[in-house]
């Protein structure tokens, strides 16, 4: 089982870039899948980018180009890079694993909460 403590929010003009972070405690972070997602205001939580153990990245249709993520098992993180933000970004950001099948974990971190606005 993975605990997962996400980092890294807050407010940030439209335009701006902010990096998340994702702790992960457990010994299986090596040897899974990582994804991030988002929840908006009254919306779903969707999926966000997610990156293999062989460093296979994909990433939703609205974030390609802006958000770049990356895992670093030295410390058992993940991060997301997100660039050109817009205010429709506006989410709390979870990490999860994920596995093979595109599915999350059962387990998930508080968030953080990210603004973007003017």
């Known amino acids: 089982q993975v605990q997962l403590v996400e980092s890294g929010g807050g407010l940030v003009q439209p335009g701006g870039s902010r990096r998340l972070s994702c702790a992960a405690s457990?010994?299986?972070?090596?040897?899974?899948?990582m994804g991030w997602y988002r929840q908006a205001p009254g919306k779903q939580r969707e999926w966000v980018a997610s990156i293999t153990t062989a460093g296979t990245i994909n990433y939703a249709d609205s974030v390609k180009g802006r958000f770049f993520i990356s895992r670093d098992n030295a410390k058992s993180t993940v991060y997301l890079q997100r660039n050109s933000l817009k205010p429709e970004d506006t989410s709390v950001y979870y990490c999860?694993?994920?596995?093979?099948?595109?599915?999350?974990?059962?387990?998930w971190g508080q968030g953080t909460q990210d603004t973007v606005s003017s």
């Open positions: 457990g010994s299986i972070f090596r040897i899974v899948a």
């Open positions: 999860n694993t994920r596995n093979s099948l595109g599915y999350a974990g059962p387990n």
